[in-house]
């Protein structure tokens, strides 16, 4: 969770993301901040996240999208 934090941290520093869950429909992420998010993931954790699983629900918290993180790792 850490390095999620880290990377989320270094997308928009003055947020909360331990607290927020409504980064998605509070427009705090926007959609170049997915994809950047995305490609950080992708490199960090060595996980792939497919457009199946590019809804906002995934990207509204930080626990959610980790969550999202272990589910994909599982699946490898």
């Known amino acids: 969770m850490n390095e999620l934090l880290e990377i989320l941290n270094g997308l ?3 947020v909360d993301f331990e607290t927020c869950e409504s980064l998605i429909d509070d427009k705090i992420l926007d ?3 997915i994809i950047a998010i995305i490609s ?3 490199e960090e954790f060595d996980v792939t996240i497919s457009a199946e ?3 906002p629900e995934n990207f509204n918290s930080a626990k ?4 999202l993180i272990q589910k994909l790792e ?3």
Request: charged residues 30%; aromatic residues 16%; negative net charge.
């Open 12 to 14: 928009h520093p003055e």
């Open 31 to 33: 959609s170049f901040d």
């Open 40 to 42: 950080e993931i992708n």
């Open 53 to 55: 699983y590019i809804v």
């Open 64 to 67: 959610a999208l980790y969550a």
């Open 74 to 76: 599982d699946e490898d």
